[in-house]
């Protein structure tokens, strides 16, 4: 069992930065890939990128690329979202969840999830 809570969400504006952790718990969790998605209203949910402890590789979705940094800390448990010049269009429920897979970017491979941090940039 895995227990993922994110954090750091919040309002901000156009162009600012905001870093979200996803503090994991749970036995075996190194072995696990974790994957950033998130959900706005009235849309499914997207994959923003994921990293795989194993490998040391992350992948992002195109609309992250270049803009949103992953980073993990594994002596803290805790995953990082670095997300800088942010959009209105970033606006979104964000959530980390966790896979068996090396990577994925669908959220149906994804087994373990948290409950989500609000991030809202205005224009």
């Known amino acids: 069992q895995v227990q993922l809570v994110e954090s750091g969400g919040g309002l901000v504006q156009t162009g600012d930065s905001l870093r979200l952790s996803c503090a994991a718990s749970g036995r075996s969790f190194g072995t696990y890939s974790v994957g950033w998605f998130r959900q706005a209203p009235g849309k499914e949910r997207e994959f923003v990128g994921s990293?795989?402890?194993?490998?040391?590789?992350?992948y992002y979705a195109d609309s992250a690329k270049g803009r949103f940094t992953i980073s993990r800390d594994n002596a803290k448990n805790t995953i990082y979202l670095q997300m800088n010049n942010l959009k209105p269009e970033d606006t979104a429920v964000y959530y980390c969840?966790?896979?068996?897979?090396?990577?994925?970017?669908?959220?149906?491979?994804?087994?373990?999830w948290g409950q989500g941090t609000q991030v809202a940039v205005s224009s």
């Open positions: 969840a966790a896979t068996t897979y090396d990577t994925s970017n669908r959220h149906n491979d994804y087994v373990y």
């Open positions: 990293t795989n402890p194993r490998t040391g590789n992350t």
